[in-house]
């Protein structure tokens, strides 16, 4: 065991004061230059049993590499490039049937999709449960024959938001490229994400001087890949510090997967993680990983956390949690969707209450070449302690995506974004 190793996944918050002096942004139009020649499938997923609405569920184009995933409403927003290639859509998420979407080139908006719970079925995949361990290393053993042996190229859409309550007061999004070499390496070093274009808004109220901005934003793509930065979490030698346990299995894109959780079992200079993996019973590939940072040592957590903050200013950690899918096409497993949570409160000296802040940040990878893709330049690649709102200034025509695939906003942010728009008349 190495006597110092690092903190895992090293995931920094700049804490900074924005006085008199806010960073502007243009608002000039953006042209839109692309032909508008594909078409756009939209609509909203639900639980068949309880019409409940189901968020972060995969919309993909069977036979391709295009996709995203349903917002917190559960709704979607697919835009497809070869309009007369395409049939149907794929739908999956976890615990649930797949569905197959047969499209209707005459009825492709506000479409409802239901998906039916999964009964879960423990037949054989007890068989190793007396040694979840084994199972997490033989998927570990398995990385180079489950994931793709060729450099990737993803396109992907990110978003980053920070709210003060429930109030939004920044929200930065953009379009990026992130070039990863083959899985059989399992390193990041020659790993690289470019922003393509990007745009942001930032309250301009007075009583909003406290800015929160996260180090490396987009690079989550790389970092937070698990199964390829094994120092994220999966590293063998990791392994020792966790205690594993078998829980109830799942289906997953109508697979049976092992659910593993974990927690720390001994006490290290840095916080530790607990979680759950999820590994297909069959390939032993890993399919998700839901973990969080322990708070238990609020010293140690805000080391994890905290990159920099104002003179004065107490910083009160509260939640560090990260989901991370994988998704199969063609045989192999590629990585498809990354959402971070960062919630804390902080409060000046002498000051009575504290306020309580969320950073939220996501990515979902919409589109993947993996046929001569280069690799970025490191000029234009965007560096782990790039703070993200700082490298996108560009706000806000109604055509600003183009043909590229996004997450759709929710409700409760496009009112926010109206807001801060008439703020920034």
């Not at 990159?307 to 497993?333: H, W």
Request: aromatic content about 12%; glycine content about 4%; overall charge neutral.
């Amino acid at each position: 065991m190495r006597a110092h190793k690092k903190q895992f996944i090293e995931w920094t918050l700049l804490i900074v004061l924005w006085l008199s002096a806010i960073p502007g942004w243009s608002q000039e139009e953006v042209p839109f230059a692309e032909e508008n020649t594909y078409i756009t499938v939209s609509g909203v997923v639900k639980d068949k049993q309880n019409r409940r609405t189901l968020e972060y569920v995969n919309v993909s184009v069977p036979g391709s590499s295009v996709g995203t995933v349903t917002n917190a409403d559960g709704e979607f927003s697919l835009k497809i490039e070869d309009a007369e290639m395409v049939f149907a859509l794929e739908i999956s998420h976890i615990g649930y049937h797949n569905n197959r979407v047969r499209l209707d080139k005459e009825h492709l908006s506000d479409l409802k999709i239901y998906l039916t719970p999964h009964a879960n079925m423990l037949n054989e995949i007890v068989v190793y449960a007396h040694n979840p361990r084994f199972i997490v290393e033989e998927a570990i053993r398995k990385i180079p024959v489950n994931y793709s042996n060729k450099n990737n190229m993803l396109t992907g859409f990110y978003r980053e938001t920070v709210q003060k309550g429930r109030r939004y007061i920044n929200i930065s999004e953009a379009i990026i490229d992130v070039y990863k070499t083959s899985y059989e390496d399992m390193t990041t070093t020659r790993d690289r994400v470019q922003v393509l274009k990007g745009r942001r808004l930032l309250s301009q109220r007075a009583s909003d001087t406290l800015g929160v901005k996260l180090a490396g934003g987009p690079t989550l793509s790389i970092y937070v890949d698990i199964v390829k930065n094994q120092d994220a979490l999966l590293d063998v030698e990791t392994l020792n510090y966790y205690d594993f346990f078998m829980e109830e299995p799942v289906q997953i894109d109508n697979r049976q997967q092992y659910v593993i959780s974990f927690r720390p079992r001994v006490v290290l200079p840095y916080a530790l993680y607990y979680g759950k993996l999820y590994i297909d019973r069959d390939k032993l590939s890993f399919t998700r990983a839901e973990f969080s940072l322990s708070m238990d040592n609020k010293v140690k957590a805000v080391q994890a956390i905290l990159a920099k903050k104002p003179y004065g200013l107490r910083f009160k950690p509260q939640e560090l949690s990260f989901l991370v899918t994988y998704k199969d096409v063609d045989g192999k497993t590629f990585l498809n969707y990354i959402r971070n949570r960062i919630r804390f409160k902080c409060d000046w000296k002498r000051k009575l209450f504290s306020t309580g802040y969320t950073v939220l940040s996501e990515m979902v990878a919409t589109d993947r070449e993996e046929n001569n893709v280069a690799i970025i330049p490191g000029k234009m690649a965007f560096h782990q302690k790039d703070a993200f709102y700082d490298k996108v200034d560009e706000y806000w025509s109604e055509d600003f995506w183009g043909s590229y695939n996004i997450i759709e906003p929710t409700e409760s942010l496009e009112n926010a974004v109206h807001k801060l728009k008439k703020q920034s008349r």
